[in-house]
Antibody
Framework: EVQLVESGGGLVKPGGSLRLSCAAS????????MNWVRQAPGKGLEWVSS????????YYADSVKGRFTISRDNAKNSLYLQMNSLRAEDTAVYYC???????????WGQGTLVTVSS | EIVLTQSPATLSLSPGERATLSCRAS??????LAWYQQKPGQAPRLLIY???NRATGIPARFSGSGSGTDFTLTISSLEPEDFAVYYC??????????FGQGTKLEIK
């Protein structure tokens, strides 16, 4: 069974940093591209970032470019999102998702809430 | 960037009725469109990919159609568990992986 479990969310002040993690199991993690997708409270879905299976290709939404860094450790079956210079508008549930191609995700974690507030 | 517009914003129907949800792209996305279902407090679930292909484990009452700029998600006979928010997403011009704003399917 495919499982994706996010962790690392919490309350952080504007300008602060946070690192999200996603532990993957039930599939060959090193064979899949992975995504981060977020959802602000009461709002729709927003794609944040993608990383290819070997980390050769990395993409970011314009809204987070230069502030967020996606990475992965295939030996640990883990995906990460380092978030710096956080803003109030980054407040959202952040989902880790397995990508099937072109940003389309077939499995999602349960999400971790990031709240940016003073 | 391709913009996806979903309509209606809210659809009120009764169990057993047929639901038709629309997603329109600002430019052609060929058949590279997916549909997701999201229930309150849950992660999205992939229903349809590449316009008309059901994802693993998705019931046959869900079907997708369309190409180019106009797409439809049809639920042939609504079950109580189908009331949720539905999102479309394109992968034709990626990144970014743009989503529509969602259609809320509520019980009438």
């Amino acid at each position: 069974e495919v499982q994706l479990v996010e962790s690392g969310g919490g309350l952080v002040k504007p300008g602060g940093s946070l690192r999200l993690s996603c532990a993957a199991s039930g599939f060959t993690f090193s064979s899949y591209s992975m995504n981060w997708v977020r959802q602000a409270p009461g709002k729709g879905l927003e794609w944040v970032s993608s990383i290819s299976s070997s980390s050769s290709y990395i993409y970011y939404a314009d809204s987070v470019k230069g502030r967020f860094t996606i990475s992965r450790d295939n030996a640990k079956n883990s995906l990460y999102l380092q978030m710096n210079s956080l803003r109030a508008e980054d407040t959202a549930v952040y989902y880790c998702a397995r990508e099937t191609g072109g940003g389309i995700a077939d499995y999602w974690g349960q999400g971790t809430l990031v709240t940016v507030s003073s | 960037e391709i913009v996806l517009t979903q309509s209606p914003a809210t659809l009120s129907l009764s169990p057993g009725e047929r639901a038709t949800l629309s997603c329109r792209a600002s430019q052609s996305v060929s058949s590279y469109l997916a549909w997701y279902q999201q229930k309150p407090g849950q992660a999205p679930r992939l229903l349809i990919y590449d316009a008309s292909n059901r994802a693993t484990g998705i019931p046959a009452r869900f079907s997708g159609s369309g190409s180019g700029t106009d797409f439809t998600l049809t639920i042939s006979s609504l079950e109580p568990e189908d009331f949720a928010v539905y999102y479309c997403q394109q992968r034709s011009n990626w990144p970014p992986g743009t989503f529509g704003q969602g259609t809320k399917l509520e019980i009438k």
